[in-house]
């Protein structure tokens, strides 16, 4: 079966591509800019001796997730299982955020979602078999000050993942979300010291998570005995929102 990842070539989408690749999927690498990274992700996942290619595309541009998935079909077949991984952050307080930092972030954490959704979901109707995993964020249950664009896309990306859950229920698809909290990757290391002290001290497992620990959550939803468990928000965070 073969697996999409978007945004996999750093951080969370590529421990999730390395875990699907492990577990015998073909997984084709989505990558937007990174693309040295993407090929060694490649040459480390086809060492599980599953199939994998890379695949350049901004999913946040209707036409290149359109361009995206029409390439992965000719080349390697029809995705059955989908993580909508690709995300940003541009953050800054409400009265400071420019009106391009909102649509980047909506476009690129949100938007993103729907069109590779919408590309995806026809093959597994026809099949009717499919796992959609969306990457939320706990910032999209509680909000964030300084993250309204950030917690809007990650809000919003929940409610998509349950309206698509309800809408393709009975054709064997799910769609769940996983909201992470505080992972140790290159969108958390610009953090300041004592932020990240902060955060820390918010987590009752008491260490900051990482990139693997999302990605065994993806596991879950996309096995087969997962079935029953649709429109779901898992938050992967050591503790730290608990509601
Ligand atoms: P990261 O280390 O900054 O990696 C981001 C990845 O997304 C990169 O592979 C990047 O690809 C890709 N990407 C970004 N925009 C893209 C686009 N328009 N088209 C295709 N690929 C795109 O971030 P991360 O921490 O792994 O985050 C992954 C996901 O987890 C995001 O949705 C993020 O919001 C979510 N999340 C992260 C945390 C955390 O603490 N790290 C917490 C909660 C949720 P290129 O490098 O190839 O451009």
Same mark, same amino acid.
């Given at each position: 079966m073969l697996a999409l990842v978007t945004g %996999? +070539?750093?951080g969370i989408g590529r421990a999730i591509a390395l875990e699907l690749g492990r577990s015998g999927y073909d997984v084709a690498v989505n990558y937007n800019r990174s693309e040295s990274e993407a090929l060694s992700l490649c040459d480390e996942i086809k060492t599980f001796g599953v199939n994998a290619k890379i695949f350049q595309a901004d999913v946040s541009v209707q036409e290149e997730a359109s361009r995206l998935f029409s390439e992965v079909k000719s080349s390697?077949? %029809?995705?059955s299982v989908l993580v909508n991984n690709a995300g940003i952050t541009r953050d800054n307080l409400l009265m400071r955020m420019k009106p391009e930092d909102w649509l980047a972030v909506i476009n690129s954490n949100l938007n993103s979602a729907f069109y590779c959704t919408r590309e995806a979901i026809r093959d597994m109707a026809k099949s009717k078999y499919g796992r959609i995993i969306n990457i939320a964020s706990v910032v999209g249950l509680t909000g964030n000050a300084g993250q309204s664009n950030y917690a809007a896309s990650k809000a919003g990306i929940i409610g998509f993942t349950k309206s698509v859950a309800r809408e393709y229920a009975s054709r064997g698809i799910t769609a769940n979300a996983i909201a992470p909290g505080f992972i140790e990757t290159s969108m958390t290391d610009i953090l300041k010291p004592e932020v990240k002290e902060n955060i820390l001290k918010s987590i009752p497992v008491g260490t900051i998570g990482r990139p693997e620990d999302v990605a065994k959550a993806v596991m879950f939803f996309v +096995?087969?005995? +997962?079935?029953?468990?649709?429109g779901q928000v898992l938050a992967v965070d050591g503790g730290m929102t608990m509601c």
């Amino acid at each position: 079966m073969l697996a999409l990842v978007t945004g %996999a +070539s750093r951080g969370i989408g590529r421990a999730i591509a390395l875990e699907l690749g492990r577990s015998g999927y073909d997984v084709a690498v989505n990558y937007n800019r990174s693309e040295s990274e993407a090929l060694s992700l490649c040459d480390e996942i086809k060492t599980f001796g599953v199939n994998a290619k890379i695949f350049q595309a901004d999913v946040s541009v209707q036409e290149e997730a359109s361009r995206l998935f029409s390439e992965v079909k000719s080349s390697m077949g %029809a995705v059955s299982v989908l993580v909508n991984n690709a995300g940003i952050t541009r953050d800054n307080l409400l009265m400071r955020m420019k009106p391009e930092d909102w649509l980047a972030v909506i476009n690129s954490n949100l938007n993103s979602a729907f069109y590779c959704t919408r590309e995806a979901i026809r093959d597994m109707a026809k099949s009717k078999y499919g796992r959609i995993i969306n990457i939320a964020s706990v910032v999209g249950l509680t909000g964030n000050a300084g993250q309204s664009n950030y917690a809007a896309s990650k809000a919003g990306i929940i409610g998509f993942t349950k309206s698509v859950a309800r809408e393709y229920a009975s054709r064997g698809i799910t769609a769940n979300a996983i909201a992470p909290g505080f992972i140790e990757t290159s969108m958390t290391d610009i953090l300041k010291p004592e932020v990240k002290e902060n955060i820390l001290k918010s987590i009752p497992v008491g260490t900051i998570g990482r990139p693997e620990d999302v990605a065994k959550a993806v596991m879950f939803f996309v +096995s087969e005995t +997962s079935g029953y468990i649709t429109g779901q928000v898992l938050a992967v965070d050591g503790g730290m929102t608990m509601c």
